[in-house]
Nanobody, 119 residues
């Protein structure tokens, strides 16, 4: 059973940095895409970034490109989201998600971690 557990959220000021972690277990992930999504109050959940586990190739939403970096540590079975130059509009609950490369949708989700950026 695949499990995703996020950590690292918190309250920061605009311009600060924060690193989120997603500990993954229950499978081998070479055939998986790992992603971060976020959901702000009153808004739909939106894609932030994703990484292909075996190759490390990445994709970012335009809103975070150049500020956020997604990475993974194979030895620790952990996916990270390094967030720099944070803005108040980055405030949201951030979710880690996983899907098989061949799957049309993200099947596994973490519980979410709150990120709040004050101005």
């Amino acid at each position: 059973q695949v499990q995703l557990v996020e950590s690292g959220g918190g309250l920061v000021q605009a311009g600060d940095s924060l690193r989120l972690s997603c500990a993954v277990s229950g499978s081998t992930f070479n055939s998986y895409l790992m992603a971060w999504f976020r959901q702000a109050p009153g808004r739909e959940r939106e894609f932030v970034a994703r990484i292909r586990w075996n190759s490390g190739s990445t994709v970012y939403a335009d809103s975070v490109k150049g500020r956020f970096t997604i990475s993974r540590d194979n030895a620790k079975n952990t996916v990270y989201l390094q967030m720099n130059s944070l803005k108040p509009e980055d405030t949201a609950v951030y979710y880690c998600a996983a899907r098989l490369v061949t799957s049309p949708a993200y099947e596994k989700w973490g519980q979410g971690t709150q990120v709040t950026v004050s101005s």
